[in-house]
């Protein structure tokens, strides 16, 4: 059976979706420029869900999969660079005490992009990035710029209790993996994802 249907479906939602775009607060590059949208992703979230392979009962050597605030820089100065703010005191710290490899997962569900739109967060037009990696303590001067990235969002951090021993991170990203349209899941490498702009130069 044909479907003559579906063609005239596609061009329908690619219609809505420029005229949504177009009416949308938030600038995402074209979809074709994958590592600039992994960039802007990153960027935009305030928080990620991170996997561990899990160091805990009942579920030990398990996938587990929890929530932590992260900030690749003050907003309008992005590193690419996921920063975390921990304690030895979190469960999935724990984990990566054992086994420093972890997955990050960041999406636009987390902004108004994919309500405004009507993209449903499974679907890849609300795009969604998951990086491949290990998360490790950062110091010195990359610890100063790590604390200025997170205090910056949300500062409630500044007053979480002093006794914790929090430290500063980063997510050392291996590869990173981007949902941003219909066709499978992209690969970018981390070069490629540094290198990318995020948002369009102004001169
Ligand atoms: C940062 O400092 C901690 C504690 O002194 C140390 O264990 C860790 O190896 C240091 N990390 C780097 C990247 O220097
Ligand atoms: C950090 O990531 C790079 C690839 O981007 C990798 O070559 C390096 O071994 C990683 N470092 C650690 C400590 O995992």
Same mark, same amino acid.
């Given at each position: 059976m044909s479907a003559p249907g579906r063609p005239a479906l596609l061009l329908l939602v690619g219609m809505s979706w420029a005229a949504a775009s177009f009416a949308c607060s938030l600038q995402i590059p074209p979809h074709q420029e994958v590592a600039? &949208?992994?960039r802007f992703i990153a960027h935009q979230c305030d928080w990620a869900s991170?996997?561990?392979?899990?160091t805990h009962k009942p579920v030990m050597g398990q996938p587990f999969s929890n929530v932590f605030s992260v900030s690749d820089g003050p907003r309008?100065?992005?590193t690419g660079v996921p920063y975390l703010y921990l304690t030895?005191?979190?469960v999935?710290?724990?984990?990566?005490? &054992?086994n420093p490899q972890a997955s990050l997962s960041m999406s636009l569900a987390q902004t108004d992009y994919c309500k405004q739109l009507g993209f449903d967060p499974q679907s890849p037009l609300c795009a969604h990035i998951i990086l491949s990696g290990s998360v490790i303590q950062v110091n010195g001067t990359e610890a100063d710029y790590a604390q200025k990235a997170l205090f910056s969002r949300p500062p409630e951090m500044m007053e979480w209790p002093k006794d914790h021993d929090w430290?500063?991170?980063?997510f050392n990203i291996t590869q990173v993996w981007v949902l941003d349209y219909f066709g499978g899941i992209k690969m970018v490498s981390p070069e490629e994802y540094f290198q990318a702009a995020p948002h369009k130069k102004q001169n």
């Open positions: 600039r &949208v992994a991170m996997a561990t392979i899990s309008g100065s992005s030895s005191m979190e999935s710290v724990q984990d990566l005490q &054992v430290f500063f991170a980063k």
